[in-house]
């Protein structure tokens, strides 16, 4: 599995999107073939949606209509952010062949308390994808970091 910029770039573009709909700045695509398939935005804060408001929960989802079929086998999700551990589940779920993401839970949480002066409080469960990733079935391939520093850019627009 080989990251493409091109395909990070439109997960940053979703997630510009995002902001401009007024949600989180995080996006997401589903590639197949080098072909995108599809794309995920954040829209937790618009649908009130906890769980559908992900974008890589968004573009699965998609991707799987798009494609009509339950699996995603030969897919690879790109995010903006390091997927939560349901998002990294619902991968697994979906049969892809890997993930890719831009920044970190860790950095996120770090970068935020500091944004916040310190109150910043993490709502997720603090496990990493390449944890949840490790005791799935098939294992997925992961590639972290990748354009992390155009990817911590979107900070800029959320905060």
Same mark, same amino acid.
């Given at each position: 599995m080989e990251?493409?910029?091109?395909f990070m770039e439109r997960a940053i573009q979703a997630a510009e999107e995002? &902001? +401009?709909k007024g949600s989180y700045g995080i996006g997401a695509v589903? &590639? +197949?073939?080098n072909n995108i398939i599809s794309v995920g935005l954040n829209t937790l804060k618009i649908d009130n949606d906890p769980v559908n408001g992900h974008p890589e929960i968004d573009a699965i989802r998609k991707a799987c209509k798009n494609l009509k079929q339950p699996y995603l086998q030969e897919c690879i999700l790109y995010s903006t952010h390091e997927p939560c551990p349901m998002c990294s589940s619902a991968a697994i779920w979906a049969k892809m062949e890997g993930i890719v993401f831009g920044v970190s839970m860790e950095y996120t949480k770090n970068e935020m308390k500091k944004r916040m002066g310190g109150k910043f409080s993490w709502r997720q469960i603090d496990i990493s994808c390449q944890e949840v990733l490790n005791k799935g079935e098939p294992k997925l391939k992961l590639i972290p970091d990748f354009l992390k520093e155009e990817c911590i850019k979107l900070f800029d627009l959320t905060v």
């Open positions: 990251a493409k910029k091109e995002s &902001v +401009k589903v &590639v +197949k073939d």
